[in-house]
C-alpha cells in the first residue's frame, strides 16, 4: 500500500483539492448552524456567569478551578498536533505529512483560539484581562512575570500567532494556486490579496524554503515550552498531586497524544466529505495511527511512573491524593480516564484495525475523552484532598453552566474549522506535488539502478 | 531599443534546466542570462537551484538578530519592570527573580525569532511582488516556466531556443 | 522602570527572604494564639465580619462552601468510639498566616497580593482579576473569594446590620478575592497617630478585631521585631523564629521521652517553608498534665 500514487498528474491535484472550495452542500449547513447553537448555549451561560459571578459555576472554597482551567489544557494540548506534523516530522523528512498537515495546522490555530477564550472565562473579573498585559501606564504597574499563569498568557500568545504566521507563509504558494483558477468575485480578491504576488520564481522558492525550515526549527521548542508552561501551572505550585518535576513532559506527551487522536478524527471526516482519498490515503491513516500508538505508550509510562514516584516518595500528601483519585469522589472518572489513555489504544495496536475507518474514528473520539479526564482529574481531586484537613470531605461537581461553556467550545472549534476549510485549501497542493514528484524520481531511480543490475550492469 | 518580455512554458525540470544552460551559453544582444531571466515553477526545486547557481539566502540573518534582540529585550524588559520604585517583594523571592525570567526570556527569544524571519522572508522574496507583466496559471499548475525580457530584435533567437526545447506554449507581451 | 536602577540596586534585588534577608524594620506585624485558652466562642469570627464589611453568604451558599469568614473557628476531635465526640474537641482559629515566603504571591498573574514592608501579604482588591491561581495555591485555604456580587445581593447584612458596616473597609465586588489582612486599616490609623506623634507605634496601640473581641485573651497581636511587645516575648518564650522551617519544641519532644517539653509553640505547616506570621500553643492536653 502506498502512502501516494506517484502517478497523480499535478494538473489533478490542483482540482480535487479546488474542489473542495466549491459552494457547500447543504449538509455543511446544517452543521454550521448546529455549530453555532452549541456557541449560543456557550455565550448564554458566560453571559449569565458574567452577570451574576462564578459561584454559578458551583467553585467553593476551597475548590476554586474546575472545567474551565481542564478545558483549557485539554484545548491548548490539542493543539501540538500541527506543530508535531508540520515541523517535527518535516525536520524528520517524513514527507507522508504532506497531504495532512495543512488542516493539522488549522487545527493548531483554532485550538489555541478556543483555549484563549478559557483563560478569559474562567476570570472572575473578565472585562479587566488587560492587567495581564505589560503595558506601560503611570503607575508603574506591571503584571507579574513570576507567575506561571502569567507565562500561560505570553506563552500562548507568542505560540498562536506563530503558527498563524506558519501556517499563512505556509500557504502562500496554494494561495496562489486559488488565485490562478478562481472566477471573478470575492474570493478571487482574497486570494489575490492575501498571495502577495506571489509567482514561484527562483528567488520565491529559495526564500520560502529557508524560511519555513528556520520557523519550523524555531516552533518545535516553542511547542514543547508552551505546554510545559501550562503544566507549571500545576507544577510550579506546592500543591500534593501537582508538584511533581515530571509534569512539563507529562502534559506535552498527553498534548501531542491528543493532537495525533484528533488528527485522526479530523482525516476521517475530511477524506470522506472531500472525497480526499486519493491523498489522505490508508497508508497514511496507518502512519498516524502507529505514531498515536507509540505516543500513547509514552503518555502511559509517564503517567504510570508518576504513580510511582508518589509512592516512593514519603509524602503523605501526595499519596493521599493518589489514592483519592483512586477510590474518591472522582474515582469513576479517574479509572475513565485510565481505561480510555491506556487500555483503549491497544486497539491500534492491531493490524486489522489500523485502516478500520469507523473503528478508528470512535477509538480516536475515545483517546480525546480519556484526555480531557486527563485534564479534569489533575485539577479537581488535589482540591478535594490537599494538605488542609479542614478542606476534606466535601462533593464539588460543576455546574450546568460550566459543562455548558465546555460544550459550547467544541462549536466554536468546529465553527472555526468548518469555515476554514471552505475558504482555504485544507490539502497542501504544492507540498502533495513535491512528494509525488520525489518519489517518482526516487523510483525511477530504484527501476534504473534495478535495470543496469539486471543487465548485469552493476552501478557499484 | 525596448525591453520586451517573453514567457515560455515547459513541461518538464530537464527541459527548462536545457533551455537555461543554452541561453547562458549563447551570447544575444540585450540580454543577460544573470539578470534578464526568471526561472517560474510550481513546487520548490534544488535542483533548478543547482543549475541556476547558489544565490545567498539571508533571511537566516534576520532570524538570528530577531531572536537575539527578542531574547534581550525581554529580559531587560521584565527585569527593569520588576526593578521598578516601588520593587514588591513576592513570596520571598528574589525582586529580580531568575526562573521566571529565564522562562519568559525563552518565549520572546523564539518570538522574535519567528516574527523577524517572517519579516526577512517577505523582504528577501520580495513579497508583496508587483504582478510580471506576463504570467500563466499553467505554472502554478504544473509547467515550469522561464521569463525574459530582452530587446525585440533577439526576441526571435530567443523564440527560436524555446521552440528547439520543445515548449508548450511561448507568451509575447504585445507591443508599444 | 529604568535598567539604571536595576543595574544600582542589583545585590538588593537578588536576595532570598526571610532566609538571607534582613529583619523587617521598624514593624513586623506578627500573632499568637493560644489555642488552650482559646474556647471555640467564635467571638474573634463574629467580629472579624463586623469589622471587615464580611457578608453572611446565608445558609446554602455557606453548606456549599462559598462562606467568607476570613478568621474561621475550625474544631478538631478524635473519633475514639464516645458518645458524643466533638465533646472533647479542640478549636483552631484559622485566618491568613501572612507568609514571609508566601506561595499565593508568587503566583497571582497581575500582582494583586504583595508583601509589605512591614511584614503583611497584601490584597489589593482593585488590581485582583480573579484568576485564583493564589487560592489553589495557598496551603491553608485562607483566601476567599466573591463568587457573587455581595454589595447588591440581598440579605447579606440584613436590616439593622447594615448599620455596623465599617466605613474605613471598602467593599468587595463580584470577582476579587480576600483574606484577612491583620486589620490593616487598624494598624494604618495607628501608624497614622504615632507618626504625628514623632514615635513609633507601642505594643497595644493597635488591637486586631479578633483580639479585640476574644473573651479569653487567646489572641496577641504586635510588633514581632519590638522587644518590649508581648508578642515578641511570647515567641521568643516559646523558641520560635520566623525563618526556620521546625521548630524548638518538635526537636526537644523528639529528644525527650514520656511527657514533651515546655513549649508549647508551633507553626502549622512550617515544613512547607511559607514561613507563617501567627504562632500556635499548643493546647494543653488531658494527658500532659
Redesign the interface.
Known amino acids: 500500500m502506498k502512502d501516494i500514487r506517484e502517478d497523480i498528474a499535478w494538473a489533478q491535484i490542483n482540482t480535487d483539492v479546488l474542489k473542495s472550495l466549491e459552494n457547500p452542500r447543504k449538509l455543511y449547513w446544517v452543521i454550521l448552524l448546529i455549530a453555532i447553537a452549541m456557541v449560543g448555549v456557550a455565550v448564554g451561560c458566560e453571559i449569565y456567569q458574567y452577570n451574576v459571578g462564578l459561584g454559578v459555576a458551583n467553585f467553593s472554597n476551597p475548590h476554586v478551578w474546575g472545567l474551565y482551567i481542564a478545558t483549557f489544557i485539554f484545548w491548548i494540548g490539542m493543539s501540538h498536533s500541527g506543530t508535531l506534523l508540520s515541523a517535527i516530522l518535516h525536520l524528520m523528512h517524513a514527507d507522508w505529512r504532506k497531504p495532512i498537515y495543512r488542516f493539522a495546522e488549522a487545527m493548531t490555530t483554532f485550538s489555541l483560539m478556543t483555549a484563549g477564550l478559557f483563560v478569559a472565562v474562567h476570570l472572575g473579573r473578565v472585562w479587566q484581562v488587560y492587567y495581564a498585559l505589560p503595558y506601560p501606564n503611570w503607575r508603574q504597574v506591571w503584571p507579574n512575570f513570576q507567575s506561571p499563569l502569567l507565562w500561560d498568557a505570553m506563552a500562548i500568545f507568542t505560540y498562536l500567532s506563530s503558527s498563524i504566521l506558519f501556517l499563512y507563509v505556509g500557504m502562500i504558494p496554494d494561495l496562489a494556486i486559488c488565485r490562478d483558477n478562481m472566477n471573478p468575485g470575492w474570493r478571487k480578491k482574497l486570494y489575490t490579496a492575501l498571495s502577495l504576488g506571489w509567482e514561484g520564481t527562483d528567488r520565491q522558492w529559495r526564500n520560502f524554503r529557508v524560511t519555513y525550515l528556520t520557523i519550523a526549527c524555531f516552533l518545535i521548542p516553542l511547542a514543547v515550552s508552551v505546554h510545559s508552561i501550562v503544566a507549571s501551572d500545576f507544577a510550579m505550585s506546592q500543591q500534593p498531586g501537582w508538584h511533581i518535576t515530571s509534569f512539563p513532559p507529562y502534559f506535552v506527551a498527553g498534548a501531542l497524544y491528543s493532537g495525533c487522536a484528533a488528527i485522526i478524527t479530523l482525516f476521517i471526516i475530511l477524506r470522506y466529505v472531500f472525497k480526499f482519498e486519493e491523498y489522505m490515503t490508508l497508508s497514511i491513516l496507518k502512519k498516524i495511527v502507529r505514531l498515536t500508538f507509540a505516543i500513547a505508550m509514552v503518555w502511559t509510562y509517564l503517567n504510570l511512573i508518576e504513580y510511582a514516584s508518589v509512592w516512593y516518595g514519603h509524602d503523605q500528601a501526595s499519596k493521599d491524593v493518589l489514592i483519592q483519585k483512586a477510590i474518591g469522589p472522582y474515582a469513576p472518572f479517574w479509572w475513565a480516564m485510565n481505561f480510555c489513555g491506556s487500555i483503549v489504544p491497544f486497539i491500534l495496536f492491531f493490524k486489522r484495525y489500523q485502516t478500520h475507518i469507523p473503528v478508528l474514528f470512535s477509538v480516536s473520539i475515545l483517546l480525546n475523552l480519556g484526555m480531557w479526564l486527563e485534564r479534569w482529574m489533575i485539577v479537581a481531586p488535589t482540591f478535594s484532598h490537599g494538605y488542609y484537613p479542614w478542606t476534606w470531605d466535601h462533593d464539588q461537581w460543576p455546574s450546568l453552566v460550566q459543562w455548558g461553556i465546555v460544550f459550547g467550545s467544541f462549536g466554536w472549534f468546529t465553527l472555526l474549522f468548518m469555515v476554514f476549510c471552505k475558504v482555504f485549501p485544507s490539502v497542501s497542493m504544492y507540498e502533495v506535488k513535491e512528494m509525488v514528484y520525489h518519489r517518482s524520481q526516487a523510483t525511477k531511480k530504484l527501476e534504473a539502478t534495478g535495470k543496469m543490475a539486471a543487465a548485469g550492469k552493476g552501478a557499484h | 531599443m525596448s525591453k520586451r518580455h517573453l514567457l515560455a512554458l515547459f513541461n518538464n525540470f530537464d527541459e527548462a534546466e536545457a533551455v537555461v544552460r543554452e541561453l547562458r551559453s549563447v551570447r544575444i544582444s540585450g540580454f543577460d542570462a544573470d539578470k534578464d531571466m526568471i526561472v517560474k515553477s510550481p513546487i520548490e526545486h534544488p535542483e533548478v537551484e543547482e543549475f541556476l547557481g547558489d544565490k545567498p539566502v539571508r533571511v537566516q540573518w534576520y532570524t538570528l538578530g530577531g531572536a537575539l534582540s527578542g531574547g534581550l529585550l525581554a529580559f531587560f524588559l521584565i527585569s527593569g519592570s520588576q526593578a521598578n520604585f516601588f520593587a514588591q517583594m513576592k513570596g520571598g523571592k528574589p525582586i529580580v527573580p531568575f526562573p521566571p525570567n529565564f522562562v519568559l526570556t525563552y518565549e520572546m527569544f523564539i518570538l522574535g525569532g519567528v516574527y523577524i524571519s517572517v519579516l526577512g522572508f517577505l523582504i528577501c522574496a520580495g513579497l508583496p511582488a508587483r504582478r510580471s507583466p506576463l504570467y500563466s496559471a499553467k505554472v502554478s499548475e504544473d509547467q515550469i516556466g522561464i521569463l525574459v525580457q530582452s530587446d525585440e530584435a533577439s526576441s526571435g533567437i530567443l523564440k527560436a531556443i524555446f521552440t528547439k526545447h520543445r515548449a508548450l506554449e511561448i507568451q509575447e507581451e504585445a507591443g508599444k | 522602570?529604568?535598567?539604571s536602577?536595576?543595574l544600582e540596586?542589583?545585590s538588593?534585588?537578588?536576595?532570598?527572604?526571610?532566609?538571607d534577608d534582613v529583619p523587617h524594620n521598624p514593624y513586623k506585624w506578627a500573632m499568637s494564639i493560644d489555642l488552650d485558652a482559646c474556647s471555640g466562642c467564635n467571638a474573634c469570627s463574629v467580629a472579624c465580619y463586623a469589622e471587615n464589611n464580611l457578608p453572611v453568604v446565608g445558609r446554602e451558599?455557606y453548606l456549599?462552601?462559598?462562606?467568607m469568614h476570613w478568621m474561621?473557628i475550625?474544631r478538631?476531635w478524635d473519633e475514639d468510639g464516645r458518645d458524643f465526640p466533638d465533646q472533647g474537641a479542640q478549636f483552631l482559629p484559622?485566618m491568613c498566616q501572612q507568609?514571609?515566603?508566601?506561595?499565593?504571591?508568587?503566583?497571582?498573574?497581575?500582582?494583586a497580593?504583595?508583601?509589605t514592608p512591614d511584614g503583611i501579604n497584601s490584597q489589593i482588591y482593585n488590581?485582583?482579576?480573579?484568576?485564583?491561581?493564589c487560592?489553589?495555591?495557598c496551603?491553608?485555604?485562607v483566601?476567599?473569594?466573591?463568587?457573587?456580587?455581595y454589595p447588591t445581593t440581598d440579605n447579606v447584612w440584613p436590616a439593622e446590620m447594615n448599620q455596623q458596616l465599617n466605613p474605613d473597609v471598602t467593599v468587595r465586588g463580584?470577582?476579587?478575592?480576600e483574606k484577612c489582612t491583620f486589620c490593616i486599616q487598624r494598624v494604618t490609623v495607628a501608624k497614622n497617630n504615632a507618626k504625628s506623634e514623632g514615635r513609633l507605634v507601642h505594643d497595644g496601640d493597635v488591637q486586631t478585631a479578633c483580639q479585640q473581641a476574644c473573651p479569653t485573651s487567646a489572641i496577641t497581636f504586635g510588633n514581632l521585631v519590638d522587644p518590649a511587645s508581648r508578642v515578641h516575648k511570647q515567641w521568643q518564650a516559646q523558641q520560635v523564629e520566623l525563618d526556620k522551617d521546625a521548630q524548638a519544641k518538635d526537636k526537644a519532644n523528639d529528644k525527650e521521652e514520656g511527657g514533651g517539653s515546655d513549649l508549647r509553640g508551633y507553626r502549622i505547616?512550617e515544613e512547607?517553608r511559607p514561613?507563617p506570621s501567627v504562632m500556635y500553643l499548643e493546647r494543653v492536653r488531658e494527658s500532659a498534665v
Not at chain 3, 99 to 111: D, F, H, K, R, S
Not at chain 3, 127 to 133: A, P, Q, T, V, W
Not at chain 3, 143 to 149: G, L, P, V
Not at chain 3, 174 to 177: C, F, N, Q, S, W
Request: net charge positive; hydrophobic share 30%; proline share 6%.
Open positions: 522602570m529604568s535598567v536602577n536595576l540596586n542589583w538588593e534585588f537578588r536576595h532570598f527572604h526571610p532566609v451558599k456549599h462552601g462559598q462562606a474561621r475550625e478538631y484559622m507568609c514571609e515566603a508566601a506561595p499565593c504571591e508568587t503566583v497571582c498573574p497581575v500582582g497580593t504583595n508583601h488590581r485582583c482579576i480573579g484568576s485564583r491561581y487560592s489553589a495555591n496551603p491553608y485555604k483566601r476567599y473569594f466573591n463568587w457573587y456580587d463580584k470577582g476579587v478575592m505547616f512547607l514561613y
